[in-house]
């Protein structure tokens, strides 16, 4: 589909998840059972990369669905493009057998989730005040817990970023309150998360609960640019304590680099391989790029796998990076907590 077509859809998935026509405003049934809807939703939150017939499988694998999955996850794949009944471009097949790919053209939907993020991202960090309407109209974007009601199917690292922006603007909420300012939306919004512990345990949860909103002191932070396209939200939760910036992918590197072209950074965390088959360099080469336009901070490479043929100095000297981490073969996550915490400490120590 070309880039810059009208939107053909818009998808509401702050809540029960519904999909309508533009043209007509009419609802579009994706099909029976959760299976169509897990795989749309799937499609639609890898926000324009192609997606797998494995991981889709593996979304289907905790429905009620039986018998050949493979074979199931082709005929939902089916039913959603029936259900769409737009241009094949919208739905897209990419490769066949084993390589088999689905992705959704981004430019043909309208996203109620994506919308909200972009228009949390543009509210002022305190001390400077947002403004109230603003406010209030993304808190009213929420009608539900989308992340809970398909916590079985979904992986919860898929909505991060969503959720995130939720928590960006509770502390937004949390501080017009703290000043005085009444927040109307509020009582909805907190409905929609009654079974979200760790949101009702937040610092903006609490205050608003009990009445007193004023922001708590902020200590400094120290900020991480984090390269990882599998676990970044693993790594997130555990450096609770950083402000960590996310890129996944080498088309975010260049959206981080137009947007923020200082890169202001303490410390840069860069996983070598930024593809779902691990076939690329894509993490070696953004360090080049961050070599070459002369960036101060620390970078440390991780990766999975030292080539035998790797001269670990000579890889630190030609990307100019400070150490490498080996991460954990099998879960492809560091090995120990206790390792990854050390390097971090010490390249942000001031």
Not at 21 to 39: I, K, N, Q, T, Y
Not at 81 to 90: C, D, I
């Amino acid at each position: 589909m070309a880039a810059g077509t009208d939107r053909v859809f818009t998808v509401r998935m702050l809540g029960e998840l519904q999909v309508h026509r533009v043209s007509d405003g009419e609802r579009v049934p994706l099909g029976e059972g959760s299976g169509p809807r897990c795989v749309f939703l799937r499609l639609i939150l890898a926000n324009g990369d192609s997606v797998h017939i494995d991981r889709l499988q593996r979304t289907l694998q905790e429905t009620s669905a039986s018998g050949d999955l493979r074979a199931l996850t082709r005929k939902y794949v089916g039913q959603v493009r029936t259900a769409l009944g737009a241009e094949p471009e919208v739905l897209e097949t990419e490769g066949r057998g084993d390589g088999l790919r689905y992705r959704l053209a981004p430019e043909a939907f309208g996203v109620d989730a994506r919308d909200f993020a972009e228009g949390v991202k543009r509210l002022p960090r305190p001390p400077a005040a947002p403004d109230p309407r603003e406010v209030d109209r993304l808190l009213r974007m929420w009608s539900g817990d989308p992340r809970s009601r398909y916590r079985r199917f979904l992986d919860p690292e898929l909505w991060g970023d969503i959720y995130r922006s939720r928590d960006r603007l509770a502390e937004a909420a949390a501080h017009l309150a703290g000043n005085g300012t009444e927040i109307g939306a509020w009582p909805g919004f907190r409905s929609c998360f009654e079974l979200d512990q760790g949101f009702l345990r937040s610092s903006a949860a609490r205050r608003m609960a009990e009445g007193s909103a004023a922001p708590e002191p902020a200590a400094e932070r120290r900020r991480i640019l984090l390269v990882e396209d599998r676990f970044h939200d693993w790594y997130r939760e555990r450096l609770a304590g950083y402000d960590c910036v996310v890129v996944r992918s080498l088309a975010e590197w260049h959206a981080l680099k137009a947007g923020e072209p200082g890169l202001d950074f303490d410390l840069a965390l860069v996983d070598r391989h930024l593809t779902e088959e691990s076939d690329d360099s894509d993490g070696l080469g953004i360090l080049e790029e961050m070599l070459d336009m002369g960036c101060t901070f620390p970078r440390v490479l991780m990766t999975v796998e030292i080539p035998e043929e790797y001269d670990s100095e000579e890889i630190k000297r030609r990307y100019g990076v400070s150490t490498i981490v080996q991460k954990d073969r099998n879960r492809q996550r560091p090995e120990g907590l206790n390792l990854l915490r050390q390097v971090v400490r010490r390249y942000t120590a001031r």
